[in-house]
């Protein structure tokens, strides 16, 4: 009986810290930049994150610099940047300094889909779409 005993407690003592590691790895891959500073106290208990919505317009792909409407896209510091695909067709948007601001692209975004993402970080780039490259626009992140 002792051997097996023994067997089993190195097991669980293996086991155990895998899969600590295995959750820490996890909770990191789900960390976005949601850490956001509420805004001050107002009536509401929960904190309202402005989104900001960006069109991808219908015909995109061959609208040129007007395929996101406006040139450029202009987010407020601490809004939520929300990609809308109103194409027939799917887009995957890029920024073409990826780390400059909190955007660096879309996964694909099939027709009607959207993406959303925090914006903490001022700054500028442009933008295209890695399926259309004649799709390119400007990415403004501004000071409220
Ligand atoms: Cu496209």
Request: proline letters at 9%.
């Amino acid at each position: 009986m002792w051997p097996l005993q023994q067997n089993m407690g190195l097991t669980l003592r293996h086991v155990v810290p895998a899969l600590t590691s295995l959750t820490m790895s996890l909770m990191a891959g789900c960390g976005g930049s949601d850490g956001m500073p509420m805004p001050p106290s107002g009536p509401s208990p929960s904190p309202t994150v402005v989104t900001a919505n960006a069109y991808i317009l219908p015909g995109a792909g061959s609208l040129g610099d007007l395929a996101f409407g406006d040139e450029p896209v202009v987010i407020y510091k601490g809004e939520r940047l929300r990609w809308v695909n109103l194409d027939t067709l799917a887009h995957l948007i890029v920024a073409d300094s990826s780390d400059v601001t909190d955007f660096s692209k879309t996964g694909e975004l099939p027709p009607g889909d959207e993406q959303s993402f925090s914006m903490a970080k001022l700054g500028m780039t442009r933008i295209h779409c890695a399926i259309h490259p004649n799709m390119t626009g400007t990415l403004i992140v501004r000071e409220q």
